[in-house]
């Protein structure tokens, strides 16, 4: 007699656990999708370039190390270098950017 009572409890434990699990699921393809993105820096440049929009410029921190800044100068370069089509101005500042997070310069050495 127990054994039959039991059955039944643990087939409309299975039926709630699956009607559960579509709901979830439906709300869960239902959702809006997520930007996993990077945003871009939406301003201007600074009149004096800093360690912080030098970073914003070539995608990286402040701390990064120097081989990791090479590499995202050279990544940033060939998408925007003059040669290729790309802005003399935007070329001019990626190179500033990547000398104030080597330390090579000081800022608004920019041609433009």
């Keep these: 007699m127990a054994t039959p009572f039991i059955a039944g409890l643990a087939v409309a434990a299975a039926a709630y656990a699956g009607k559960y699990s579509i709901r979830a699921w439906q ?3 239902a959702r809006p999708p ?11 440049f600074q ?3 800093t360690r912080r929009e030098a970073a914003l410029i070539l ?10 800044v ?3 100068h050279r990544r940033v370069m060939v998408a925007n270098h003059p040669d290729a089509g790309g802005s003399h101005y935007l070329a001019s500042k990626i190179n500033e950017a990547k000398d104030i997070l080597l330390g090579k310069g000081k800022g608004s050495g920019s041609a433009f």
């Design 27 to 29: 709300a869960f393809k």
């Design 34 to 44: 997520t930007a996993r993105i990077r945003r871009f820096y939406d301003g201007g």
């Design 47 to 49: 009149p004096t370039m």
């Design 59 to 68: 995608g990286v921190r402040e701390s990064t190390p120097v081989d990791k």
């Design 70 to 72: 090479k590499e995202a």
